[in-house]
């Protein structure tokens, strides 16, 4: 281990990424490549159809979610640094922190519980408006179930969904009331690639 | 219903006669080999012939004996098996293999009783040579290849190490049984028990796919348990070897167990080298024949085949080559030879494999009614417990280490299911027949034979009612929410995109590595030029193409008459609840395994159509969400030329699969694409026919061999 920073050379900002981020120079240096991989024409940032070409996500249900999720509003290109910060989201949690120990000062590292639930419900939320309605838990709902339901189930269930987690009966699912109802779900564990650790 | 299956009954029957009637054997002995095929025949049949020149009418049986038997054997057990499909509610309680046994019991009895002395026995080279291969190259040929290769690791790590700590667990303890029984076990040593364990301690692949098929068991659970039934044969044959060339040693060194281990290595990697010899010179040889496209198939099996014997004569893992053979060949094949000829290759091995499976499980009833029984209580029953116990504790013990290390845990029901699903079968009884003589070998062959019928017949029937009273159990204690369920699947969903994305080393690494070595020099080398770059793509079209022309299945329309309220009923919400758990898998656990005994992907499709009873309250069967398993590999490198077919590809993929959305009938077609979905708009145009109106839930899939989840 300790691979030398001369290995982190060719990365632009290696520095203030790791320390952004939190990764090794090791991943730094893997996700590097992995990112160059990608990258088949070598132009230095991913597009769609750099994504695209990872087959089983092709195959995922949200595989176009997913991608999306890369991509920051209106742009229509992922440099590096903008590749490792989403996949920040997915390291393990660090365990020194605890849940309320951290100060004010520092913002929320990308890993957190907190920050982990954020990605997941962007996903839901693809207006942004910090609400997930009816219609965009459908649509999820939609891709994840795909045919093998009728249109009465899906409202059902969206129906059901909405009801138990919306207290405050606005009809629609706010950030807090989507952590509240996945408080019992380790998301450190599940929402975590273990070997980004 | 119930009378069409007395008819195969009837014809039982009277091939029950013929067979019970031809002449006895001169040879007693039931574990000679018989000069054809293992069966014990008879000679010299009656005739009749008329004093004079004149021969109107003889009956020459002598001459066709040997086929005819053979045949009327055959044709045995396929009318048992159709009485079997045909008789209403068996199939849901007993599974397939334990009616074929309790068939071959009956006929071993009604031969023993006519005849007064044993009925011929499955010699162990025919098992070996003629009735096992097929199996195994079905379940090669139609291994879910992706899902395998994930999950290769476990697999391994249960095979070896599980088969190692079965095999010495059982063996000492039962030495230990021998020496506490003194008086009737003493002459039972050390080395006999280890060999006695190498061979009862192997789960066989043949019971396992057998009793797994009636069973609902996600995918990934079915290919590790049968992934492991495949890969403990190495292990198996050198264990089982090495016991009986040190049985015959006059002693054994430190150096013979560490040449055995050694032996272990070759022998497994020595069937895997082989198999893929003979798989790629299968795949260089398919590469010519579009001149002679008839015996395409042949060179399939032959290749095959001389990949096992090859083996076998080496002393390597005959199964471990054909699986490697059937594997590497298969995706060059297909790409090369005509869509007859894939079909015929197809329908021949599961026909092979269905026939031969029949056969054997007949030939273990037949076969338990001999002479040769010896029985003793403490040995018989300490097997029955050592088997159960020891195979439970080591998988307790594994999973827990394996577990660090996978992403998806596998759960306590799967290690049940592993444990208890741990079935021997026909492997076991074909080894213990091959020990050399000793005074206790009979005593062997008895304790074999009870264990086999006790892990089918008990282990097999109570399996199913077991998993589902676990079920149970576990849905009791905690039930999650909706949104808990809907949203951890999301999450999952996610999780799997992520490791996509970032290509999880150690296992896409090699893969993305093997994938362009793949495109480089193999496909180049053993594909068709004209079939290089379009195969798979027309493939896809010409298979989208065929689905359509055969047809959608329309599917009764699922409503649920009740409005929605506000407030749900606990009906309502348990259908919800089945709903979610049966459709929001996880995107590595899907519930329908991809590997079926009894049919091809086109038939499933059809024969669903016809079932209604299947179709209760909530769900059709269509688990379109199956695994493609081999396009991914064999299309990844291609398309990144072709972005627009590649998109319209993967797009074909979600929408054989998604297919109409529902959305697509009336509102909200804006809400369809609102799905962030930059792909270019040409690409809906690429497959104009799939947008058909809503409510209809066409099925295509892309999915090679599909088994739908029965529903309860």
Known sequence: MGSSSSSTERIPDAQELMQETGFSAAHLVRLYERFEFLDKDDRGELRLDDFEAVSELAMNPIGDRIIGAFFSPGRETVDFPSFVRILAHFRPTDTNRTRNGRNGAQPEPANSRTSKLKFAFQLYDQDRDGKVSREELLQVLRMMLEMQVTEEQLQSIAERAIQEADLDRDDAISFDEFKKSLEKVDIEHKMSVRFLE | MAALWTLPLLLSGC?????????????????????????????????????????????????????????????????????????????????????????????????????????????????????????????????????????????????????????????????????????????????????????????????????????????????????????????????????????????????????????????????????????????????????????????????????????????????????????????????????????????????????????????????TIQDVHMWSWPFVCSTLLLCLIWRATGVLLLTAVVNKLRRNAVTFRDQFIIAYGGLRGAICFSLVFLIDDFPKKRLFITTTIVVILFTVFVQGMTIKPLVELLDVKRKKRALPTVSEEIHSRLIDHLLAGIEDVVGYWGQHYWKDKFEQFNKKYLRRFLIREDHQARSSILRVYQELERREQRGDEEAPPLVDPRSHSRLLLPEEMDSIRRILSRNLQNFNNKQTPAYSRHTLHQDTTMDRTRKPLHRHQSLGERHTYNTITHWPQVEDGEFSESHRVRAGLSRSHTVCSISPRPVLQDSSASAQTAPADPRPAGDDQVFPQHQVPARRTPKKQLSFVLENEKQQ
């Open chain 2, 15 to 367: 091939l029950l006669g013929c067979l019970a009637l031809t002449p006895p054997d001169e040879l007693p002995q039931p574990h000679n080999l018989p000069p054809l095929l293992g069966f014990n025949g008879s000679d010299g049949g009656p005739s009749v012939d008329l004093p004079m020149a004149l021969r109107v009418f003889s009956v020459d049986y002598h001459h066709v004996q040997a086929p005819f038997e053979i045949v009327l054997w055959i044709m045995l057990a396929s009318l048992a098996k159709l009485g079997f499909h045909w008789s209403g509610r068996v199939p849901a309680v007993v599974p397939e293999s334990c009616v074929l046994i309790m068939v071959g019991l009956l006929v071993g009895g009604v031969i023993y009783g006519v005849r007064h002395s044993a009925p011929p026995t499955l010699s162990a080279d025919a098992f070996f040579l003629f009735l096992l291969p097929p199996i195994v190259l079905d379940a090669g040929y139609f291994l879910p290849g992706r899902l395998f290769f994930e999950n290769l690791g476990t697999i391994l790590w249960y095979a070896v190490l599980g088969t190692l700590w079965n095999v010495l667990g059982i063996g000492l303890s039962l030495y230990g049984v021998c020496l506490l029984a003194q008086s009737s076990l003493g002459d039972v040593s050390l080395l006999h028990c280890l060999l006695f364990g190498s061979l009862i301690a192997a789960v066989d692949p043949v019971a396992v796919l057998s009793v797994f098929q009636e069973m609902h068991v996600n995918e990934q659970l079915h290919i590790l348990v049968f992934g492991e039934s495949l890969l403990n044969d190495a292990v198996t044959v050198v264990l089982y070897k090495l016991f009986e060339s040190f049985l015959r040693l006059p002693s054994v060194s430190g150096l013979d167990v560490l040449l055995g281990g050694c032996r272990v290595v070759v022998v497994g990697l020595g069937g895997l080298c082989v198999g893929l010899f003979f798989g790629l010179v299968a795949a260089l040889t398919s590469r010519f024949t579009s001149k002679a496209q008839v015996i395409a198939p042949l060179f399939v099996f032959l290749y095959s085949y001389l990949s096992y014997l090859t083996s076998e004569m080496l002393h390597l893992s005959g199964i471990m080559a054909i699986v490697t053979c059937a594997v590497t060949m298969k995706q060059y094949v297909e790409a090369n030879v005509s869509e007859h000829s894939n079909t015929s290759i197809q329908y021949f091995l599961k026909m092979w494999s269905s026939v031969s499976e029949t056969l054997i499980f007949i030939f273990l009833g037949v076969s």
